[in-house]
Nanobody, 122 residues
Framework: HVQLVESGGGSVQAGGSLTLSCAAS????????MGWFRQPPGKGREFVAG????????YLPDSKKGRFTISADNAKNMVYLRMNSLKPEDTAIYYC???????????????WGQGTQVTVSS
């Protein structure tokens, strides 16, 4: 049974940076892919970035490139999301997810963390 625990969220002023961490335990063969999603207040869950555990397959939507970076530490079972130049519209609950395909579809991911709140003030 895969368990995911996010950390690193908090409050930051616009223009600041945060690094979110996701600790994965109980990995199995069907957790090739790790992803970060976010859910702003009153909105649906949005894909932010995805990566394989080896880092040879990463994907970020064009809207996230330049400010967001995803990385994985296979030995430590950790996945990170570095966020720079944060904007108020980045305010959301950020979720870590594990699945078998790197991509933006929520259905690719079978396991989800509880989420960590990121609040960006102007």
């Amino acid at each position: 049974h895969v368990q995911l625990v996010e950390s690193g969220g908090g409050s930051v002023q616009a223009g600041g940076s945060l690094t979110l961490s996701c600790a994965a335990s109980g990995r199995s063969f069907n957790t090739y892919a790790m992803g970060w999603f976010r859910q702003p207040p009153g909105k649906g869950r949005e894909f932010v970035a995805g990566t394989s555990w080896t880092g040879d397959n990463t994907y970020l939507p064009d809207s996230k490139k330049g400010r967001f970076t995803i990385s994985a530490d296979n030995a430590k079972n950790m996945v990170y999301l570095r966020m720079n130049s944060l904007k108020p519209e980045d305010t959301a609950i950020y979720y870590c997810a594990a699945g078998d395909v790197v991509g933006p579809d929520l259905n690719y991911y079978d396991y989800w963390g509880q989420g960590t709140q990121v609040t960006v003030s102007s």
